[in-house]
């Protein structure tokens, strides 16, 4: 399945955004899917993952109440909706696909080209 992020931008501390993942391909709703972000000089980090059907959510405790997942598998994307935004929240986002619900970055079998998320204070 091949991945492509979008939604992106430059917002001030306490604003939003919404993020996009339009995935390719017909067996979109066979993977559980997830967000993950990278700020410069860190490691990847997970942010959130919905299941196939999209019942049930995940989310890092960082953004626990601020980020919303969800997925429209009769239109092959899945969302981040941001919320209550913080300069720490900056970093490259990044949309994956997983057989399995998970956190872990190595279970994760595709991944999109990553859409910059920038907060200003």
């Known amino acids: 399945v091949q991945l492509q992020a979008s939604g992106g931008g430059l917002v001030q501390a306490g604003g939003s955004l919404r993020l996009s993942c339009a995935a390719s391909?017909?067996?979109?709703?066979?993977?559980?899917m997830g967000w993950f972000r990278q700020a410069p000089g860190k490691e990847r980090e997970f942010v959130a993952a919905?299941?196939?059907?999209?019942?049930?959510?995940y989310y890092a405790d960082s953004v626990k109440g601020r980020f919303t997942i969800s997925r429209d598998n009769a239109k092959n994307t899945v969302y981040l909706r941001m919320n209550s935004l913080k300069p720490e929240d900056t970093a490259v986002y990044l949309c994956?696909?997983?057989?399995?619900?998970?956190?872990?970055?190595?279970?994760?079998?595709?991944w999109g080209q990553g859409t910059q998320v920038t907060v200003s204070s």
């Open positions: 994956a696909a997983a057989s399995t619900p998970t956190r872990r970055v190595g279970l994760y079998d595709y």
């Open positions: 919905v299941n196939w059907g999209g019942g049930s959510t």
């Open positions: 391909g017909r067996t979109f709703s066979s993977y559980v």
